[in-house]
């Protein structure tokens, strides 16, 4: 079964700085899909950025990337210029492409605090 | 596009009563609709899954009886909640995929609340 770790509980950042939330995985799979979703107290999952693992190049998304690390089954997003509206739960979440389970598995997420 | 709409938004009752979620893609095909369940700050936890025009499939725990999902079209689930008591109440979100759409749209969620 594949598993998600986000080890951060909880990262702070100032506005207009940089912050980078990170997310291991594991998994036996060489072909799936990961994603970066927002959930603000409004409460709404705002899908962030999403990567296809058979892509080498890093997604980025505006303000939002990510470093996708396939060997180390590593994805972390780094998000630029912070602005106040990004403070919000950040879960990240991994899908499978094949065997007809495409039932995602997410983190426990991150709580990201924007000082002004 | 790939938007997903849930409602109602807010729901209040007394206990004894069955609420009723709807979940709607409103632009695509939702093969597929996830049924959450999410406590504070907590992650989500998935309720059951279930593909157009078949029975769900619940995860270890959750009581089929007590929570009746109906998926009867590509675009709409709904979430029975039958006779809640207190302990039902939570926030529960349904998200959407389909053919062509890789990731899970969710809906707004629905703060259900039995006194």
């Known amino acids: 079964a594949q598993t998600v770790t986000q080890s951060q509980p909880e990262m702070s950042v100032q506005e207009a700085e940089t912050v980078t939330l990170s997310c291991t995985y594991d998994t036996s799979e060489s072909d799936y899909y990961l994603f970066w979703y927002k959930q603000p107290p409004s409460r709404q999952m705002i899908l962030v950025i999403r990567?296809?693992?058979?892509?080498?190049q890093n997604a980025t998304e505006n303000r939002f990337s990510v470093n996708f690390q396939k060997a180390a089954k590593s994805f972390s997003l780094k998000i630029s210029d912070s602005q106040l509206g990004d403070a919000a739960m950040y879960f990240c979440?991994?899908?499978?492409?094949?065997?007809?389970?495409?039932?995602?598995?997410f983190g426990r997420g991150t709580s990201l605090i924007v000082h002004p | 596009g790939a938007v997903v709409s849930q409602h109602p938004s807010r729901v209040i009752c007394k206990s004894g009563t069955s609420v009723k979620i709807e979940c709607r893609s409103l632009d695509f095909q939702a093969t597929t609709m996830f049924w959450y369940r999410q406590f504070p700050k907590k992650s989500l936890m998935l309720m059951a899954t279930?593909?157009?025009?078949?029975?769900?499939?619940?995860e270890q725990g959750v009581e089929k009886d007590k929570f009746l999902i109906n998926h009867a079209s590509l675009t709409l689930s709904t979430l029975t909640v039958t006779s809640a008591h207190p302990e039902d109440s939570s926030f529960y979100i349904c998200s959407a995929s389909g053919r062509g759409v890789t990731a899970q749209h969710f809906g707004d969620g629905t703060r259900l609340s039995i006194l």
């Open positions: 979440a991994y899908r499978s492409t094949s065997g007809g389970s495409y039932i995602p598995t």
């Open positions: 279930s593909n157009e025009g078949s029975k769900a499939t619940y």
């Open positions: 990567q296809e693992a058979y892509k080498q």
